[in-house]
């Protein structure tokens, strides 16, 4: 939809923002919010409709997290901000601009096999790996993506060396806390693993947030 209505767009979420930014209490805040993520799950919507909730959801949700429950409905909790950016009128236009002769595609990260060649640049950012039990969330999506989906998507890194295409990962450093864990210099055995310092800002706790070592793989010299 920013691709291809982003005028539409813009205009339904003016409204939301108008809308929420209207209601200084905070329970009547919280109360609309459900009510948008409750259409947002019944997927009863228009697909401009459809879009502007999932933004809006983002920017007044807990930590602007996307997450799911076992019935793939999105459960995140509202957030607590005085003035959530929810429509960006100047992004919108200039992301629908960069996306105009982009096609955008959606299915199984797997079906990059059937379209890359010598002369593609594929880059992965999977849900990342958890560093401990306390922090297992791996659930984006129905039925998560546990060290199964990590080894099958290492197959599918091969594979594409195999066919000369250059390709990107990212995924957390599990060494950080447990040196020993070497799950992922056995996955990527032979490729180049640099581990780098970024930002987090997702965590419950706020003390555990900042700077944390991530890994950057890859199958070229960088």
């Known amino acids: 939809m ?8 813009i205009d339904i ?9 209207s209601l200084k209490d905070e329970e009547r805040r919280k109360i609309y919010y459900y009510g948008k993520r409750e259409a947002f799950n019944s997927g009863n919507a228009t697909p401009a409709e459809q879009a502007a909730y999932l933004i809006f959801l983002n920017r007044t949700c807990f930590n602007g997290l996307y997450r799911v429950n076992a019935k793939g409905k999105f459960n995140v909790p509202h957030g607590s901000y005085k003035n959530p950016l929810i429509c960006d009128p100047d992004t919108i236009q200039a ?3 960069a996306l105009a002769n982009v096609e955008i595609c959606h299915g199984d990260f797997a079906a990059v096999l059937k379209e890359a060649d010598e002369h593609s640049f594929v880059y992965f950012d999977p849900p990342y790996r958890p560093l401990s039990k306390t922090s297992s969330f791996c659930s984006y999506c129905e039925g998560g993506f546990d060290d199964n989906e990590q080894r099958r998507l290492a197959r599918c890194c ?3 060396d195999h066919l000369g295409v250059r390709w990107l990962l990212s995924n957390s450093d599990p060494k950080g806390l447990c040196p ?17 310092q970024a930002s987090r800002m997702l965590n419950a706790n706020p003390e555990k947030r900042g700077k944390l070592s991530e890994l950057l793989i890859c199958n070229y010299d960088s």
Request: charged residues 30%.
């Open 95 to 97: 992301d629908s601009k």
């Open 180 to 196: 020993e864990d070497n799950f992922f210099e056995e996955l990527y055995c032979g490729f180049n693993i640099k581990s780098v």
């Open 2 to 9: 920013i691709r291809d209505n982003p005028d539409n767009l």
């Open 13 to 21: 979420l003016l409204t939301f923002k108008i809308q929420y930014q």
């Open 158 to 160: 091969h594979k594409l």
